[in-house]
């Protein structure tokens, strides 16, 4: 049997791909347990995540027979949902290539990315409604935050899907790039972002996730901390220096 995820481990980051290309990588449960797995790694030892998928597809929903059996007590279990937030909360940043569909939980899963980028083949959408159930698993809060409240009632309630034209002019995506080349552009993300402080992306992560009551509480406690830090001296030393200055 193939694995549901297929992990590649480098030493600042981890390529996690959905891997059921024959279902368009669906989320199942195994999927699910899957990435859950990949959570513990990576909040054990923090690295950039890159999620993609398979086949031309980064995850067209969750796994629909398997969501028709479930009853209530299930959707009180918030399966998806709590992965997901467990993604969004990761230390590091994650990045989302998406290629093809992304729709219903694919979406959700993309939405609890900190970047998405896309292929032009995108599209991106929830279309729960249209089959009896809600998208319970971060569409209703995370989608207004993204695109805003008017363009994510009208994808909730009607399950329109964006194209990648559309996700990009919307903020959804940050760029569209040929499918021979969209891994390419998350690594270059990555490699970015791995030229920096490590602690000092972190921390500006949780301060990026943190309610709007909170800053700038936030904002000063986690730069006290930085401020105190030889990564910080090193680095603003290693600047001064370049520039002739003492």
Not at 92 to 103: F, T
């Amino acid at each position: 049997m193939d694995e549901p995820v297929l992990i590649e481990r480098r030493d600042d980051r981890v390529i996690a791909t959905l891997n059921r290309p024959d279902k368009r990588n669906a989320i199942d449960l195994a999927m699910v347990e899957a990435l859950h797995d990949v959570c513990t790694e990576l909040e054990d030892r923090p690295r950039i995540l890159i999620l993609t998928g398979a086949g031309g597809v980064f995850a067209a929903g969750a796994d629909i027979a398997q969501l028709r059996a479930r009853r209530a007590d299930d959707a009180r279990k918030n399966i998806n949902a709590a992965l997901f937030v467990r993604i969004h909360e990761l230390p590091m940043p994650v990045i989302a290539a998406l290629d093809g569909y992304a729709l219903g939980g694919g979406a959700e899963l993309a939405y609890a990315a900190d970047i998405r980028m896309a292929t032009p083949s995108l599209r991106i959408g929830n279309p729960e409604v249209g089959l009896g159930i809600l998208a319970a698993a971060g569409a209703t809060w995370r989608l207004p935050a993204l695109v805003g409240e008017a363009l994510a009632a009208e994808m909730l309630f009607t399950g329109r899907a964006l194209t990648a034209d559309e996700a990009l002019a919307a903020g959804l995506i940050t760029g569209i790039h040929a499918a021979d080349a969209l891994m390419d552009a998350a690594h270059a993300i990555a490699d970015r972002i791995g030229t920096n402080d490590p602690l000092a992306i972190r921390h500006t992560k949780t301060a990026l996730r943190a309610p709007r009551a909170d800053h700038p509480r936030i904002d000063s406690e986690l730069q006290a901390e930085l401020f105190e830090s030889p990564e910080k001296m090193r680095r603003m030393t290693e600047f001064l220096a370049q520039r002739g200055r003492p």
